[in-house]
T-cell receptor
Framework: SAVISQKPSRDICQRGTSLTIQCQVD?????MFWYRQQPGQSLTLIAT?????????ESGFVIDKFPISRPNLTFSTLTVSNMSPEDSSIYLC???????????FGPGTRLTVL | SQQGEEDPQALSIQEGENATMNCSYK?????LQWYRQNSGRGLVHLIL?????REKHSGRLRVTLDTSKKSSSLLITASRAADTASYFC??????????FGKGTLLTVNP
């Protein structure tokens, strides 16, 4: 398995500002992903964080709104830019360790935008 | 878009009873994974079943997969109050991406 930490665990932000969420894994992993979980909803994949290249975004998500960095095989950041109340969600990173396709999730970052 | 649909959306049982949750999906899959989420926190991986498997067990958990019906079920036996959580199925394809269902909220009453 993999131990994943996220910072911050929660934050309350003002409309129009940006927040960067960090995801740290205790081992090198090939695949890292970012998900969003809106209140009372299921998880939706935002993008695949690629090491050394631009992230691959899912339909409905764009780089200008959710820029992602992946400087190495253990770390990634997701920025939520120019926030509005609709961005209030839990943001989760996950990793696929390459061991039997199991994905492990971080504890999530609960974001509230006022 | 959502791949899986869980039912029921909510389930309330007494401690000691069994809980069964179902998941249906639409496209072909490589695997199907079940997760638990407590009160909007991170997801805990419970079990993975591959498309060529029909049943797997892990402790009090039993998962079945019927690829002909594109459905899976999660059975929790002898439930405990600590099992109270939301349970999600997620289908995995060849690109490692997971597509999640809407989830079942399980409440186990002491």
């Amino acid at each position: 398995s993999a131990v994943i930490s996220q910072k911050p665990s929660r934050d309350i932000c003002q409309r129009g500002t940006s927040l960067t969420i960090q995801c740290q894994v205790d081992s090198q992993v090939t695949m890292m992903f970012w998900y969003r979980q809106q209140p009372g909803q299921s998880l939706t994949l935002i993008a695949t964080a690629n090491q050394g290249s631009e992230a691959t975004y899912e339909s409905g998500f764009v780089i200008d709104k959710f820029p992602i960095s992946r400087p190495n095989l253990t770390f990634s950041t997701l920025t939520v830019s120019n926030m509005s109340p609709e961005d209030s969600s839990i943001y989760l990173c996950s990793v696929d360790t390459g061991m039997a396709d199991t994905q492990y999730f971080g504890p999530g970052t609960r974001l509230t935008v006022l | 878009s959502q791949q899986g649909e869980e039912d029921p959306q909510a389930l309330s049982i007494q401690e000691g009873e069994n809980a069964t949750m179902n998941c249906s999906y639409k496209t072909s899959i490589n695997n199907l994974q079940w997760y638990r989420q407590n009160s909007g926190r991170g997801l805990v991986h419970l079990i993975l079943i591959r498309s060529n498997e029909r049943e797997k067990h892990s402790g009090r958990l039993r998962v079945t997969l019927d690829t002909s019906k594109k459905s899976s079920s999660l059975l929790i036996t002898a439930s405990r109050a600590a099992d109270t959580a939301s349970y999600f199925c997620a289908t995995g394809g060849s690109n490692y991406k997971l597509t999640f269902g809407k989830g079942t909220l399980l409440t186990v009453n002491p």
